[in-house]
């Protein structure tokens, strides 16, 4: 038996894998001790199994955890005070960036600030060469006086970045070794081991933000290891990271970073499974509506999207994380996105969300201002007795007054339109996140497959379908816990870089054979220590590589032995023609091709391939006929049917409402739609959805 948990900011997912078949759980988030949410979504589970937490937690033999604990933490600034260590006159590398400005006339925009102050930013004498030799020895006179003044100051962590340092670490690592000398117990991140980057900025930021996060996440992880041992766990424990795999837990204590938005990129990976079962197209957008965010993103030629540029925040307007990752993007508009009318009397939705506490106006636990789950429930999109199969009721008549007060008076508008306009406002801001990642890549989302998760997609995914021009949407049978879902399928995994530059025009093919050598050994190395034997690893290789005089990189996949063949820089030319092609629709074959730096993906399989199908835990009655709320028909009544209880491959047309204990999908009137062999929902407009 496996566990899977994806703790988001208003519901805590739980996946119990027992034999093959999944049982999807979900309970409320404690922002305050998201432990606690995890040990609640547990606790369900044991009731719907008939046996006691301890006894269902002794059975498991690995518990996988996704969580959005570290980034909510940097957002709402609550890391450890930390202190950045840099090379004599680089003091203000986190502060200058890498330049770039969204509006670059507009300086109404404040200069964000740097992640780390320059009062514990601290310049340390010593300089090492691009080549990797010493031009200055380092002064550890002034290190010492520079560990003085951080205990002084009671830092928390320490962060070093030095020039040149991917060349040779000496100097950083002779300073690492000053710093736990000196500072036992305070943690210590070096830029060379944990992002070997060309750029100084992105090395720096990335080194910063880890170690900032050590002292929280060391804790965090520590009580959740703890408490499911107390609890009776005695499996192994895995962390979900941003690379779409999963480290154990005594690896995320050591590099945080790598949890950086580990739950929502799980999405992807379980998006393209299911793609894969259910189309022939090769892009697949994949979203997932969470109760405070709307996460999207694309896989293209069926390739989960990966990506250097992840911001904690706004484009130019925050930091870049530094760290590669699964492409997602993230807006604030979740079904627990609180709508608003401005004094120019527009409507909003979002970004500001009701999130577990206080919750949704109907949740009766505080919540003032009507949500989208609150406009839902006022058109009769959700039934207010079935909520979490009936665990939490709904105040419906809460959620009509609240439109009634703050939207529809304020507008001069029906309550039944403020809940629609409510409803399009929402969905318009998902479109034009979708388009941002299809129509400015070349992609037409029309031709792509579109698959939703996330408990409340099934709201408006015809509406933004329709918007899109998709030929059809799909709900996966998991879809209300994509992200977990994604976790129970997924691989134990790391990446591993090392910058070796080298170009076609002269490939050193025995330096090249050397990088690769020592990546492998890592990669080998990781799945010995992750308990999975050799043969059930698989490293792919690639190469960051470029035309000669452009800034940035792409990555090629290559093959270990092409690149130790005579014709080895032919083979790298080729490849990454291709690839440059594939992503910007053209290639300059006349051009050498230089590469920067080198990476080895390990993933070790754990199980087989599992079928993304739940085994209901909430008994279906049969169900009832309700009145429901449309655009240009009015309140009908429409029937209801149990997600589970669905037919296979029998064409119906709305409208229509489908329902699961986690999930509500609504069939706009004359949508088609079906259960496909997979378990999933394919509803699309007329003669849109096909078998």
Known sequence: MRFATDTGGTFTDLIVEDEGRLHLFKASTVP???????????????????????????????FIHGTTHAINAIITKRVAKTALLVTEGHPDILLIREGGRQMPFDHTVRYPRAFIPRSLTFEVPGRITASGSEYQPLDEDVVRTIIEDLRRQKVEAVAVCLLWSVTNAAHELRIG??????????????????????????????????ASLKPLMDRYIGSLTQALRDAGFGGQCFVLTSQGSMVSAEEIRKFPIMALNSGPSMAPVAGAHIARNESDLVNTIIYDTGGTTFDVSLVRDDRVPYTHETWLGREFQSDLTGFPSIDVKSVGSGGGSIAWVDDGLVLHVGPQSAGAVPGPVCYGTGGVSPTVTDAALTLGYIDPNFFLGGRIKLDADASRDAVRRLVAEPLGLAVEEAALAIMNVWTESMVQAIADITVNQGIDPSVSNLIGGGGAAGLNAV???????????????????????GAISSDVGRSFRRLFVTNTLAFDVAGVGAVLDGLVAEANNFAAEAGVESAEARIDLFAEARYAHQVWEIDVAINDQDMRRTDSAEKLSSSFHKEHERIFAFADTRSPVEVIAWRAQVNCKVR??????????VEHKEKQPRRAYFSGVGWVEVPVYGFSALPTATPMVGPSIVESPFTSVVVPPRSQFFRSPEGNLVMGLPKAATM
Do not use: K, W
């Open 608 to 617: 087989g391939n599992i079928r993304l199908r739940v085994s209901e835990t």
């Open 32 to 62: 305050s001790n998201p432990v606690e949410g995890v040990l609640a979504a547990f606790s369900l589970a044991a009731e719907s199994f008939g046996v006691e937490r301890a006894e269902l937690l002794s059975r498991g033999d690995q």
């Open 463 to 485: 509406a933004i379908a329709e918007r899109l021009g998709c030929q059809a949407v799909i709900i996966p049978e998991v879809g209300a816990g994509l992200s977990a879902a």
């Open 177 to 210: 070794e000053m710093l736990r000398e000196a500072l036992p117990g305070v943690p210590v991140s070096l830029s060379h081991q944990l992002n070997p980057s060309l750029r100084e900025y992105r090395r720096a930021i990335a080194t910063s933000i880890d």
